[in-house]
Nanobody, 123 residues
Framework: QVQLVESGGGLVQSGGSLRLSCEAS????????MAWYREAPGKEREFVAS???????NIADSVRGRFTISRDNTRNTLYLQMNSLKPEDTAVYYC?????????????????WGQGTQVIVSL
């Protein structure tokens, strides 16, 4: 029972910057890894970046060096700082949270998705 609400999307020119936010609510103590995915028109949803609760990150080759993922566990918020944006970055960006809970004898897992936020990078 985790809800994810994204914000920060918009229209920017090539070379510009944008910061996306994703605030989690509900059973936030159960959240493990959080991640960003994106879906461009006519394409499959693709992985962008992820971060564990402890702060270890994984970045897709296509955005490495330009995007930075971070999280604030005290505020239950995930961020994606996007710099040097390109038209090919245009997509709907989705927040994802992996969850686990329960005693060691019976662990449960689940996942949650945000509603998505539109990012458009113009020429």
């Amino acid at each position: 029972q985790v809800q994810l609400v994204e914000s920060g999307g918009g229209l920017v020119q090539s070379g510009g910057s944008l910061r996306l936010s994703c605030e989690a609510s509900g059973r936030t103590r159960s959240i493990d890894t959080m991640a960003w995915y994106r879906e461009a028109p006519g394409k499959e949803r693709e992985f962008v970046a992820s971060i564990t609760r402890g702060g270890s990150t994984n970045i897709a080759d296509s955005v490495r060096g330009r995007f930075t993922i971070s999280r604030d566990n005290t505020r239950n918020t995930l961020y994606l700082q996007m710099n040097s944006l390109k038209p090919e970055d245009t997509a709907v960006y989705y927040c994802h949270a992996a969850q686990s809970w329960g005693p060691v004898e019976r662990q449960y897992t689940s996942e949650s998705w945000g509603q998505g936020t539109q990012v458009i990078v113009s020429l």
